[in-house]
């Protein structure tokens, strides 16, 4: 089984600042590393996919980097509608599919 | 839009059977594949495991494999999670969502199911 670790588990950002969450995998997953947003109370969100590709609809601060094994999610200029839990999640390893721990981000 | 919606919250005791659902919407459901997610109270995401309903190809994590059942029906374009027999450790919040291709990321998420077993 790919494992995923991230870090840090929790941020607490003030609004404006940058955001760098870092997802690790213990085996390479090449660019199958996606990034999910997730706000108290609903559903996953698909923000970044294939490590870097942006998704339609998803603001232009957020954006991706990596490959292989180590991976890292950035969000610009931080906004109070971006407090939520985001999580990475491979697709290499088909079926064997799995999310990292999830990092929640606070503004400050 | 594409959508996956999802059937209502179910309470059920330790022992009861349960089948919950995901419709989808569009029209690419037999050429997709659906996925299933838990989430435990303030916890993360677990993948329990998948189906590509065109063929009813399944596929389960280790940690669900002999737990649950996924299943799926062309006809009415709904994928399903089961268990036969439930525990309170599976109090969760469940997600279907939706992968174009066995690479992709899931693109198209349900609205969750919230299950509560206890006596």
């Known amino acids: 089984e790919t494992v995923l670790t991230q870090s840090p588990d929790f941020q607490s950002v003030t609004p404006k600042k940058k955001v760098t969450i870092t997802c690790r995998a213990s085996q390479s997953v090449g660019n199958r590393l996606h990034w999910y947003q997730q706000k108290p109370g609903q559903s996953p969100k698909l923000v970044i996919k294939?490590?870097?590709q942006s998704v339609s609809g998803v603001p232009s601060r957020f954006s991706g980097s990596g490959s292989g094994t180590v991976f890292t999610l950035t969000i610009n200029s931080l906004e109070a509608e971006d407090a939520a839990t985001y999580y990475c999640?491979?697709?290499?390893?088909?079926?064997?599919?799995?999310f990292g721990g999830g990092t929640k981000v606070e503004i400050k | 839009e594409v959508q996956l919606v999802q059937s209502g919250a179910e309470v059920k005791k330790p022992g009861e059977p349960l089948k919950i659902s995901c419709k989808d919407s569009?029209?690419?459901?037999?050429?997709?594949?659906i996925g299933w997610v838990r989430q435990m109270p303030g916890k993360g995401l677990e993948w329990m495991g998948i189906i590509y309903p065109g063929d009813s190809d399944t596929r389960y994590s280790p940690s669900f494999q002999g737990q649950v059942t996924i299943s799926a029906d062309k006809a009415i374009k709904t994928a399903f999670l089961q268990w036969n027999s439930l525990k309170a450790s599976d109090s969760a919040m469940y997600y279907c969502a939706r992968l174009n291709d066995r690479i992709d990321p899931f693109d198209i998420w349900g609205q969750g199911t919230m299950v509560t077993v206890s006596s």
């Open positions: 294939f490590a870097s």
């Open positions: 999640h491979q697709t290499w390893s088909f079926p064997g599919l799995t």
């Open positions: 569009g029209h690419s459901f037999s050429t997709s594949w």
